[in-house]
């Protein structure tokens, strides 16, 4: 996996790096407590507690992946629909490459490539590509591809389809395009009562793959009162990687005063994951994209200082905060593991038939951080 920086910035002088954090101590494997009375008080050492798993999903690495390997099949421009995936940093270090990310399929100059994003994009997008006559290629995470495959099936079998997601992102618009006739938009517990359905009998949910678990499984219960008959997807659509980050924050946060997430705000389980903090005992929490995000207030009465980051947060800036908070007496890094990530994703088929006709051999699968340390 390509550990990505600004190009025309170079790391500074530290341990060798290869795509695992290292610190100034080497980290613990611990269970954190359920209460710690030395961080109430704010007394004691200064500590880290790094989550694990955390940062790329093998969906994200496998997109931006997609991006570099078009870029050196193709070389610069090479289109993308929408952000690759939602980080600020991935997103202006591919463009600094040459990629040149666009809002919609028409911005793409006729016959150029195009990438479509991890969240994935409905059929009429496909065919305005089509139309256009632009070579596509296809990023979409497969656990993403499973949800749309899903809504497929149950709305040729002529199922109300209650989708679970926020209004406007791009996953949600991808799977509800599947099946515009058959989908309704849940965006939360609360809506709920003003729900309607053709036949309570044949009804099923599905979900966007980065929610908050708790607040999903909350909507799933309030709408299974409701309609007795639900149906819940072949398996889960919350993704492997969403839930592991969330519980590894679950098991940490009543143990910290300060939550630091690393992720961009368009990133939904970045997001989720300060809320995740809070909700779970962690007395405060914030967002940044970067170490120099951080405010230094934050760290006023600060004992215990969790990190952690979303799935599409390459461990580089990880690294980063630590160092940052190391300079300031959190040189203590003790890891909370939830749980071992080893999942793979081949690259999208029509990169492997290119890489494959060029005399290349064909591209071994994706193998993503999960964010351990060595």
């Known amino acids: 996996m390509s550990a990505l920086r600004p190009a025309d910035q170079a790391l500074p002088s530290r341990p060798a790096y290869h795509g695992h954090v290292t610190s100034p101590t080497q980290p613990t494997d611990v269970t954190v407590p359920a209460t710690d009375t030395a961080a109430e008080s704010g007394e004691g050492p200064k500590q880290v507690l790094?989550?694990?798993?955390?940062?790329?999903?093998?969906g994200v690495d496998r997109a931006v992946v997609a991006v570099e390997k078009a870029l050196?099949?193709?070389?610069?421009?090479?289109?993308?629909?929408?952000?690759?995936?939602?980080n600020v940093h991935v997103v202006r270090?591919?463009?600094?490459?040459?990629?040149?990310?666009?809002?919609?399929?028409?911005?793409?100059?006729?016959?150029?490539?195009?990438i479509f994003s991890a969240h994935g994009v409905s059929p009429q997008?496909?065919?305005?590509?089509?139309?256009?006559?632009?070579?596509?290629?296809?990023?979409?995470?497969?656990?993403?591809t499973k949800v749309h495959r899903e809504a497929v099936r149950f709305a040729r079998d002529d199922f109300d389809i209650l989708l679970i997601g926020h209004d406007g992102h791009e996953e949600v618009e991808g799977t509800a395009g599947e099946a515009p006739?058959?989908?309704?938009?849940?965006?939360?517990?609360?809506e709920v009562p003003g729900v309607e359905v053709r036949d309570p009998?044949?009804?099923?949910?599905?979900?966007?793959?980065?929610?908050?678990?708790?607040?999903?499984?909350?909507?799933?219960?309030?709408?299974?009162?409701?309609?007795?008959?639900?149906?819940?997807?072949?398996?889960?659509?919350?993704?492997?990687?969403?839930?592991?980050?969330?519980?590894?924050?679950?098991?940490?946060?009543?143990?910290v005063d300060l939550m630091i997430v690393v992720g961009s705000r368009n990133s939904s389980n970045s997001v989720r994951l300060v809320e995740v903090a809070i909700e779970h005992g962690a007395k405060d929490g914030h967002l940044v994209d970067y170490a120099d995000e951080i405010d230094q207030a934050w760290l006023q009465g600060v004992r215990?200082?969790?990190?952690?980051?979303?799935?599409?947060?390459?461990?580089?800036?990880?690294?980063?905060?630590?160092?940052?908070?190391?300079?300031?007496?959190?040189?203590?890094?003790?890891m909370v593991t939830a749980a071992e990530e080893s999942l793979m994703f081949a690259l999208p088929n029509e990169l492997r038939k290119e890489i494959k006709a060029r005399g290349g051999q064909e591209a071994e699968q994706v193998k993503h951080d999960a964010g351990a340390l060595t």
């Open 50 to 58: 790094l989550a694990a798993p955390r940062g790329y999903c093998a």
């Open 181 to 190: 006739d058959n989908i309704t938009l849940v965006q939360s517990p609360d």
């Open 125 to 144: 997008v496909h065919q305005e590509a089509q139309a256009r006559q632009l070579k596509t290629i296809d990023a979409t995470c497969p656990l993403v």
């Open 304 to 334: 215990t200082v969790g990190v952690t980051s979303g799935a599409s947060v390459p461990e580089i800036l990880v690294r980063d905060v630590l160092d940052w908070l190391a300079a300031r007496g959190y040189e203590d890094v003790r």
């Open 72 to 86: 050196d099949l193709y070389g610069p421009p090479v289109y993308v629909r929408k952000q690759i995936v939602h």
């Open 201 to 255: 009998d044949k009804v099923v949910w599905l979900s966007q793959t980065t929610l908050s678990v708790d607040e999903t499984m909350e909507t799933v219960r309030r709408l299974r009162e409701k309609f007795p008959a639900l149906q819940d997807p072949p398996s889960d659509d919350i993704c492997y990687a969403t839930q592991n980050r969330q519980v590894a924050v679950k098991q940490m946060s009543d143990g």
């Open 93 to 114: 270090t591919l463009e600094k490459r040459g990629a040149i990310f666009v809002d919609q399929t028409d911005e793409v100059p006729e016959g150029e490539t195009v």
